[in-house]
């Protein structure tokens, strides 16, 4: 499910490469999104931030007709996916960029919670409340559950799944801290859940 979302993998095989191939391998995925952008956009800039969790996380800013500065960040795992996919990956990174402009004005990374009641306002009174309405307007009007919860496996879970199917698997969980990480990418949480939930749905030949 977060194949395509996290830097696992990489991560995994992080210990086979020499550090020399790391960088390099860094330097070329950086280039690649910069290149890739470039082709819808004219002002674009970069940097490489390390996520403790997550590793390389590449933001990019771009700057509209009016010099206003949108920023966005992607996973070097789902960056290496797109560029070897086949598909067209400068059309799917300028989708973000497309979708935040509708904001005016600029929209920059917003500022990490400087502390644990500030990470917990954030995820009461903006991230569940966005995830919520996002997968319940999404299938409308079937019953779909969704809200916080522990999982054994991952920690503090925000559980999404359809209650209709009581037959097989009918749930989808994500770790808490991966869709706050999405939101300080200016990523939307929900799209994971979403992904997440039609992939239920196929699994019972319901897509």
């Not at 509209?64 to 560029?83: K, M, T």
């Amino acid at each position: 499910m977060n194949n395509e979302t996290t830097n696992e993998e990489v991560n995994s095989n992080e210990g086979a490469m020499t550090e020399e191939n790391w960088a390099e391998l860094i330097k070329a995925v950086y280039h690649n999104g910069l290149v890739a952008l470039n082709k819808h956009f004219q002002k674009v800039e970069g940097q490489v931030l390390n996520f403790e969790a997550y590793g390389p996380i590449f933001v990019y800013h771009v700057k509209d007709d009016s010099n206003h500065v949108y920023s966005c960040g992607f996973f070097l795992r789902e960056l290496i996916a797109r560029f070897q996919s086949g598909n067209d990956p400068a059309v799917w990174m300028a989708s973000f960029y497309v979708d935040l402009m509708k904001t005016k004005g600029g929209k920059a990374l917003p500022q990490p919670p400087a502390n644990e009641d500030e990470a917990k306002a954030l995820i009461d009174n903006v991230l569940v409340p966005q995830c919520i309405e996002a997968v319940r307007e999404e299938f409308a009007p079937e019953q779909v559950h969704a809200g916080l919860t522990w999982n054994e496996d991952i920690g503090p879970a925000f559980e999404v799944g359809f209650p209709a199917i009581t037959e097989g698997n009918n749930v989808c969980a994500l770790p808490i801290h991966l869709l706050l990480t999405h939101l300080q990418l200016n990523r939307d949480p929900a799209e994971l859940l979403l992904q997440g939930l039609y992939n239920i749905r196929k699994e019972h030949g319901m897509e």
